[in-house]
């Protein structure tokens, strides 16, 4: 099955500044790449995905890029604020590969000091 | 706006009682799922359900039970539970097709005494 490697556990950041997270998989066939944020006491939520048939995704202040060739995958946050403190999970699945659920990095817990 | 609703956030259990975790989607969604979520070792499957009354194994099922009557209800069964069974458990459902997102639910935190 797939195996997703996540790195840092923890990141401690100054206000302002860029955050990046990075992920390792196992799999192959994995073509899919979801981030979720989960903020303290809350459920898991995606911020952003990506598709093996591109290489980079924006979304405002969120990128996530990918490499297949090294099968790993990153998300980076600029200008970081308060309210990105919160722990963020990759993930990664074959879409082609039936109903079942995705395979999750153990998490970065991402820290915004003023 | 999708809702996925786990019917306990807290619960305390003794060691070999019979617990039952609820969960429930109103998006009509196909697809069901229990993670469990534990800390430096993130959202782990438990099991999933890709239709009413089918169910397969995840990666880590031992001691756990499912039951999927009827399409928007998901439940995940602990027949004997164990201290080691003490986590968070978050449900998640998802649309049919082999894409989409996921939507967690809330979340049930269970001690087990």
């Known amino acids: 099955g797939e195996n997703v490697e996540q790195h840092p556990s923890t990141l401690s950041v100054q206000e302002g500044d860029s955050a990046v997270i990075k992920c390792t998989y196992s799999?192959?066939?994995?073509?899919?790449f979801p981030w979720y944020k989960q903020e303290l006491g809350k459920r898991p939520q995606l911020i952003i995905d990506i598709r093996s048939n591109v290489g980079e995704k924006k979304d405002q202040r969120i990128a996530v890029t990918l490499n297949k060739t090294a099968k790993h995958f990153s998300l980076h946050i600029t200008e970081t604020q308060p309210e990105d403190s919160a722990v963020y999970f990759c993930a990664a699945r074959d879409e082609g590969g039936g109903a079942d659920g995705l395979t999750f990095g153990k998490g970065t817990h991402l820290i915004i000091q003023p | 706006d999708v809702k996925v609703t786990q019917s306990s956030r807290y619960l305390v259990k003794r060691t070999g009682e019979k617990v039952f975790l609820e969960c429930v989607q109103d998006m009509d969604h196909e697809n069901m799922f229990w993670y469990r979520q534990d800390p430096g070792l993130g959202l782990r499957l438990i099991y999933f359900?890709?239709?009413?009354?089918?169910?397969e194994k995840g990666d880590i099922p031992e001691g756990y039970s499912v039951s999927r009557e009827k399409k928007e209800r998901f439940s995940l069964i602990l027949e004997s539970a164990s201290t080691n069974q003490t986590s968070m458990y978050l449900c998640?459902?998802?649309?049919?097709?082999?894409?989409?997102?996921?939507?967690f639910g809330e979340g049930s935190r269970l001690t087990v005494l």
């Open positions: 359900s890709y239709d009413v009354k089918m169910k």
């Open positions: 799999d192959s066939a994995s073509n899919y």
């Open positions: 998640a459902s998802k649309t049919g097709a082999n894409t989409g997102e996921l939507f």
